[in-house]
């Protein structure tokens, strides 16, 4: 695990493609805050969710989640270590300024009382190959460095199914593309449904990630109080997304998605499931203020 913000997430990029090529767990923590270049470094934004789904060379796909309150950062942290460690792929983090300068009432957990993350590392060399499947997640068996007999090939070249050996034949790199994105996309397998507050259909559905869960919520209690027309749902899961997704956004006339970023979840809903979504951009280094929120949704209604 290490952690950064926008500007080193983009120097880590090499790197992260190199961790997807050798199948190995990496957590990367990218505290966003205002860009681009060195920005407003003590400001917050939104504006690194394209970067983490992207930005990388060649078909290169990673796990992404983010947390939605100073609290959520430490369970969200456990849930990017499972995912990792589970299904052997690189998970991007990305919590932001607000968070990151937040506090709340948070009760520390007994130890006892956390998930455990099962590490299934391969010991036996008998019939041992480093490229290897499980048929549920696609992952790659895990051999501890140095274990006698379970020694193979790393490296940022393509891999040949099975036995990890160097390999430029094209169908083999056909395969172990479309394997590795699979296996990005098995994820939501394990991850929770999406959660909707309030009616699960009606007239408007608010949409968020990250640090705006906080305006969101209390934006659309307010205009419930009123108009009872409206609920939001909140992604903690940004790739793969919740598999419930598409049915939850299906019931509702209008989408609207806030982000401290020029519309970049919007760009992937509307690009994933063909929904005329609207967004509610803000960037100016400062969170929504509930008001900013309340107001579009009462214009949408």
């Excluded at 990151?100 to 391969?122: C, H, Q, R, T, Y």
Aim: proline share 8%.
């Amino acid at each position: 695990m290490t952690g950064t913000s926008g500007p080193g997430l983009a120097l880590k990029a090499e790197a992260m493609g190199l961790a997807v090529m050798q199948e190995l767990p990496l957590v990367v923590v990218d505290v966003q805050r205002a860009g681009p270049a060195t920005g407003m470094p003590t400001k917050t934004e939104q504006a690194d969710l394209l970067q983490a789904m992207f930005g990388r060379n060649g078909e290169c796909p990673v796990a992404i989640v983010a947390p939605q309150s100073p609290g959520d950062c430490f369970t969200m942290a456990l849930e990017a270590t499972r995912i990792a460690v589970t299904h052997m792929v690189p998970v991007i983090y990305l919590s932001d300024g607000y968070l990151a300068n937040g506090a709340e009432p948070w009760n520390i957990p007994s130890v006892a009382d956390l998930p455990v993350i099962e590490v299934n590392n391969a010991t036996d060399p008998e019939g041992f190959l480093p490229y290897q499947r499980d048929p549920e997640t696609l992952a790659r068996p895990w051999a501890i460095p140095g274990t006698a007999g379970l020694e193979h090939r790393l490296g940022g070249l393509e891999k040949q199914e099975g036995t990890g050996n160097v390999s430029y034949d094209p169908d083999n790199h056909q395969k172990m593309i479309e394997l590795r994105a699979e296996k990005v996309a098995r994820i939501a397998r394990s991850i929770p449904d999406l959660e909707v507050h309030g009616d699960p259909e009606g007239d408007l559905l608010v949409l968020g990630w990250g640090s705006t869960y906080g305006s969101i919520t209390s934006a659309v209690n307010r205009a419930r109080g009123r108009s009872g027309r409206v609920s939001s749902a909140h992604l903690r899961h940004l790739n793969p997304f919740p598999a419930n997704l598409e049915e939850v956004l299906g019931k509702f006339k209008k989408i609207l998605i806030p982000e401290l970023n020029m519309g970049q979840l919007l760009l992937l809903i509307r690009a994933r499931f063909c929904i005329d979504a609207i967004g509610l951009n803000k960037v100016q280094g400062q969170p929504f203020q509930i008001g900013e929120i309340e107001q579009k949704i009462e214009e949408l209604l």
